[in-house]
C-alpha cells in the first residue's frame, strides 16, 4: 500500500509500505510495515512502530495538555518534539538516536527514565525541559562530525562523547542543572556562545575531554576528574570567587592545576593534585570546609604544592593538609591568633638551605595569617605531623636516601642555621603503603622545615680548593658540559662516585652556574685502612669545591670533629691524598684547604701532580688521562680513547671536559702515561 497526503485523522494503520514525499499530519500511528519518509511526518497521538530507522522529518506534536505522547525509541534522521504534551521516552532497553538534527521547542517537556537516554550525532537545539521533577534525564551527543549545540532549554544531564568535539552556536542559552559530562572531544563555548550550569552541578572530566572556556557557573558546582593519564585542570574548575562544592580526582596519574582553586566541603583523591605546574607558576589549593578533612584513598595521593585551609576546626582535632600524615593540631590554648594556615609540600626535594644533605628529600613550609590577614610568624602551639615516601627498594621515589630513620627528626631554618623544631616522636614505617611519619610537639613558629638528623644541625663544613689538569685553561677550568647541558643530574653508578653510598639519592636540577663536574671527597682516619667518609661535591670553574647548591663550603653531616686525610677522586683523573691529617672541627671551617700552590702538601708531592702556568706563576692540579679510573694512566687508556674518539656527551674519554673525544683528550693521556696515583683505595 502506498499512500499520500496529509492528513489520516486520528488513527492510522499501516501494515504493509507508506511512502511520504511531502508532509503528512497523523493522530494515532501503528506500523508494522515500513515507512519511507522524504518529507515530514507530524504526529499529534501516540506511535508504535516496528521499523528501527525512519528517515526525512518526524515531529511528534502533540498540543494537550494533562496526556502523554508515548515516543518510540528508534533511530531518526531528524527528530522534533513541539506542544504542551509530555513526551514520554521510557523505552529503558535502547536509547532514542537523532542523526542529524534533535529538536525541541520551549513547551516541550520530557519524561526520559534513568536507565536511557537520548543520543544526538548531529545538531542539537533544545528550547525544552528534561525531567522537571528529577535530577537524572541524560542526553549524548555522540557524532564522529563536529556538532552545533544551542537553545534556551534544561538539560539534567548533558554529556559529551565525540572526539571530533561540540561547537556552542547561536549565542547558546541552555542550562545544564545536575550533570556535565565531558566523555571525549572539546566543549567549544565562548564568551558569546555560552551555557549556565545550575547550583550544585557536577562536571565529570575525562582525559581526553574539555571545555574551551568557563561556562556561566551556579552556586556549589562540583568538579570530578576520571581517567588515565595526567590531565590539566581547564576552564570548568570555577574562580575562586565562585568556590567549588567538592574536588574529587580520579585519574590514574593525577591532576595538575592551572589555576588556584576553592573548595568549600569534599575533598577526595586518587591520585596526586599538582599545585604548581613550573617554577613560575605557582597556584593554590584552598580547602574551605571546617569539620571536613581531605579523603586520600591511594598511597600515590597527595597534594604537591601549596595547601591553604581557611576554617580551622575548633575541637582540637588535627586538621589534614597535603596528604594523610601531614596535618597540625593546636594544642589546649586553640590557634591563638591563626585563622588561615597554608602548608607547601614539595616531595623529591632536597631543602634548599645550607647543610641540608642529609635530609630526606622532602621540603615543608608553613605560614599562618590571622582575621585581618597579617602574617603570624611567632606564637604558635601545635603538634606537628609530618611524613615522606619510605620505598628503600624504589631509589626512583625514595626520599629517605638511606638515612636511620629512627634517628630522624623535624628540623626548622633560622637564620643560625637548622634546629630542632619542637619535640619529635620516633617515626613510624608503613611498608603496606610505603609511608615514614611521625610528628612534633610545641612547634612555636612557621617557616622552612625539614627532616633530618638532629646532630647534623651543627655539621661541620670544609673549605677546599683544587685543580682538573684537562679542563684547565687561561687561569681558569672551563664548565663546557654544564653549558651544553651534558652534566647529568645524578652522579653516574661508576668509579668514583659509586663510593659515596648515599650516590643513588642525589639529583641536582638545574645544574649550578660555573660548575665544572662532580667529585667525591674522602676523608680517612689512616692512609690506608681506618674509617672512610665520602662525599659527592661539585668542582667549580675557580677550583673551589662546593655542596650540591653549588656554593656553600662542602657540609660533612653525621662526622665527628677530628684529623681527617683528605682525598679527592675524579672520573679520569688521578686522584690525590693529603699528606699529612687536616684538623676538621668548627673552629677550623673558616680555613681554606688549598691543593692548588704548594705541592708538599700531597702525599707524593709534586710527582703526584701535574704543574700548570697560571699568570706568571706556577698552580698545581690533577693528573688528567686515567679514562678507565683504575688509579693509573697505560696503554688501556690510550686504547680507549682510540675507541671513543669524535663521541660526544657525558664520556670519560673526555679529558678536557669539553663534550668532545679529540686528539687534544689523547695528548693529555700520552703526556701523563706511566703515572698513577698514591691513593690507596
Do not use: C
Not at 83 to 99: I, N, Q
Request: glycine residues 10%; neutral net charge; hydrophobic residues 40%.
Amino acid at each position: 500500500m502506498r499512500l499520500w497526503g496529509e492528513v489520516l485523522g486520528w488513527w492510522s494503520w499501516v501494515s504493509a509500505l507508506l511512502l511520504i514525499s511531502s508532509g503528512m499530519a497523523i493522530g494515532q500511528l501503528q506500523s508494522d510495515g515500513i515507512i519511507y519518509n522524504r518529507g515530514t511526518i507530524r504526529i499529534k497521538g501516540n506511535v508504535t512502530i516496528r521499523q528501527d530507522t525512519i528517515g526525512g522529518t518526524v515531529v511528534f506534536a502533540w498540543d494537550r495538555e494533562g496526556v502523554n505522547q508515548y515516543v518510540p525509541h528508534k533511530v531518526y534522521e531528524d527528530v522534533r518534539f513541539t506542544g504542551r504534551t509530555r513526551k514520554m521516552l521510557l523505552d529503558t532497553t535502547r536509547p532514542l538516536v537523532a542523526l542529524r538534527r534533535f529538536v525541541s521547542d520551549s513547551g516541550t517537556v520530557f519524561r526520559l527514565p534513568v536507565q536511557t537516554a537520548i543520543v544526538v550525532r548531529g545538531e542539537a537545539v533544545h528550547g525544552g525541559f528534561v525531567n522537571p521533577e528529577y535530577l537524572f534525564g541524560r542526553v549524548i551527543l555522540q557524532g564522529e562530525q563536529p556538532q552545533d549545540i544551542w537553545g534556551r532549554g534544561i538539560f539534567r544531564e548533558l554529556e559529551l562523547d565525540n572526539a571530533a568535539g561540540a561547537d556552542v552556536r547561536n549565542g547558546g542559552g541552555f542550562t545544564v542543572t545536575t550533570l556535565l559530562e565531558l566523555k571525549r572531544g572539546l566543549l567549544r563555548n565562548s564568551a558569546a556562545d555560552n551555557f549556565r550550569l545550575g547550583d550544585s552541578a557536577l562536571i565529570i572530566r575525562h582525559t581526553g575531554a574539555g571545555l574551551a572556556a568557563a561556562p556561566l557557573f551556579g552556586r556549589a558546582v562540583a568538579v570530578r576528574y576520571v581517567g588515565r593519564g595526567r590531565i590539566e585542570s581547564g576552564p570548568e574548575v570555577p574562580p575562586e570567587s565562585n568556590p567549588a562544592r567538592a574536588l574529587r580526582v580520579e585519574t590514574d596519574s593525577g591532576l595538575v592545576l592551572r589555576s588556584s582553586v576553592t573548595v568549600t566541603d569534599s575533598l577526595v583523591l586518587r591520585a596526586p593534585i599538582w599545585t604548581e605546574p613550573s617554577p613560575s607558576e605557582r597556584h593554590v589549593l584552598t580547602y574551605a570546609s571546617e569539620q571536613n578533612n581531605p579523603a586520600f584513598l591511594h598511597p600515590d595521593a597527595e597534594i604537591i604544592g601549596t595547601m591553604r585551609r581557611t576554617r580551622l576546626r575548633g575541637d582540637s582535632q588535627p586538621v589534614v593538609f597535603n596528604n594523610p600524615y601531614t596535618y597540625v593540631q593546636p594544642s589546649a590554648k586553640g590557634w591563638g591568633k591563626v585563622a588561615v594556615l597554608q602548608v607547601r609540600v614539595l616531595p623529591r626535594t632536597q631543602p634548599w638551605h645550607p647543610q641540608s644533605w642529609r635530609k630526606v628529600w622532602r621540603v615543608f613550609q608553613v605560614a599562618a595569617w590571622d582575621s585581618a590577614a597579617h602574617p603570624v610568624e611567632q606564637g604558635l602551639d601545635v603538634r606537628f605531623g609530618y611524613g615522606w615516601r619510605h620505598l628503600p627498594r624504589d631509589t626512583g621515589r625514595d626520599e629517605t636516601r638511606g638515612l636511620p630513620v629512627p634517628g630522624l627528626v623535624l628540623l626548622r631554618w633560622t637564620p643560625e642555621g637548622w634546629f630542632a623544631a619542637g619535640r619529635s616522636v620516633p617515626p613510624t614505617i608503613d611498608t603496606a603503603v610505603g609511608w615514614a611519619y611521625a610528628y612534633a610537639d610545641a612547634v612555636y613558629g612557621v617557616g622552612d622545615f625539614a627532616i633530618g638528623l638532629r646532630e647534623d644541625a651543627r655539621a661541620l663544613q670544609l673549605q677546599l680548593t683544587a685543580l682538573l689538569e684537562g679542563p684547565y685553561r687561561n687561569g681558569s677550568m672551563v664548565d663546557d658540559l654544564r653549558q651544553r647541558g651534558w652534566l647529568p643530574e645524578t652522579p653516574p653508578d661508576i668509579y668514583p662516585y659509586n663510593l659515596d653510598p648515599m650516590r643513588p639519592y642525589i639529583r641536582v636540577s638545574p645544574i649550578p652556574d660555573s660548575v665544572v663536574d662532580w667529585v667525591v671527597v674522602e676523608l680517612r682516619t689512616l692512609l690506608t685502612g681506618g674509617e672512610r667518609y665520602y662525599r659527592t661535591a661539585f668542582i667549580r670553574r675557580d677550583g673551589r669545591i662546593v655542596d650540591l647548591d653549588g656554593k656553600t663550603p662542602l657540609v660533612l653531616p653525621g662526622l665527628e670533629r677530628g684529623a681527617y686525610y683528605v682525598a679527592i677522586h675524579h672520573r679520569n683523573h688521578l686522584a690525590i691524598i693529603t699528606a699529612e691529617p687536616v684538623e676538621v672541627a668548627p673552629e677550623t671551617q673558616s680555613q681554606i684547604l688549598a691543593l692548588t700552590d704548594d705541592p708538599s702538601r700531597i702525599l707524593g708531592g709534586a710527582g703526584a701532580l701535574r704543574a700548570l702556568r697560571s699568570n706568571g706563576r706556577t698552580v698545581w692540579a690533577m693528573i688528567g688521562g686515567d679514562v678507565n679510573g683504575d688509579g693509573r694512566i697505560d696503554e688501556e687508556d690510550l686504547r680507549l680513547l682510540q675507541t671513543w674518539q669524535h663521541s660526544e656527551g657525558y664520556v670519560n674519554a673526555d679529558v678536557d671536559l669539553n663534550g668532545i673525544v679529540t686528539t687534544r683528550d689523547f695528548n693529555v693521556s700520552w703526556n701523563n702515561r706511566e703515572r698513577s696515583s698514591v691513593v690507596v683505595r
